[in-house]
């Protein structure tokens, strides 16, 4: 199974873009009707990884106090849960703005994800998260992060055919606490993070919706 996300992509654009058609459209599934509740980059991006609602997976926004970093639960989406199954499982690219390094996610075998602590990155001169370890491509042709990726795609599952295997990350403390047998109700104010919040009317408006609507977290038992 591969799952590709094209980031900031309209649905009227796909007519003009004969790659896409023949490569994913052509060989993929085609879902007639699609929803979300949050059409924004890091909130519907939770929403796939859990497939829950924004006010139970606790990202509202791409940066700020309810950001990806700060709420997202990375013990608990569809990586782990594949992985417990007995799939390998690999994550390339962009898992989430503002993920920086060290920030392997549990879940994943092979880990090769953009280093974004200031937001995104550009297709050139940009560093990688590779199993853990720091890697900067530069601006050469073959750094072009749009052919790198699938190369290390490739690379991976070349290497899994040939019978060898990666070991997998060991055990670690999770971005946020593991969920509670008793979930509490979220405070009225942003939680405290390493980072200055700036934007207090952004701040206070976002405290708002997150107390009137985020719901209690799941149970740590529940099933996906």
């Not at 290390?152 to 070991?167: F, I, L, N, P």
């Amino acid at each position: 199974m591969l799952l590709i996300v094209t980031d900031d992509q309209r649905w009227d654009t796909l007519p003009y873009m004969p790659a896409v058609q023949a490569e994913l459209v052509g060989k993929g599934v085609t879902f007639a009707n699609s929803f979300t509740v949050s059409p924004l980059c890091c909130p519907a991006r939770a929403t796939i990884l859990t497939g829950t609602y924004p006010h139970t997976h606790g990202v509202w926004a791409n940066n700020g106090p309810w950001s990806a970093p700060r709420q997202f639960d990375d013990d608990w989406h569809l990586g782990v849960w594949l992985q417990q199954a007995g799939y390998r499982t690999g994550m390339f690219g962009k898992f989430f703005n503002n993920w920086g390094h060290p920030a392997r996610a549990p879940g994943f075998d092979r880990w090769f994800a953009f280093h974004s602590p200031g937001g995104t990155r550009p297709y050139f001169d940009y560093p990688v998260d590779a199993d853990g370890g720091l890697r900067w491509y530069g601006k050469g042709e073959g750094d072009y992060s749009t052919d790198v990726l699938p190369r290390r795609r490739k690379r991976s599952s070349a290497s899994r055919g040939r019978g060898s295997r990666t070991s997998r990350p060991s055990p670690r403390t999770s971005r946020r606490s593991r969920h509670r047998a008793t979930p509490t109700r979220p405070s009225a104010r942003p939680r405290a993070t390493r980072s200055s919040i700036s934007g207090r009317s952004w701040a206070s408006t976002t405290s708002w919706r997150a107390s009137s609507l985020r719901s209690e977290r799941p149970d740590s038992s529940r099933t996906p």
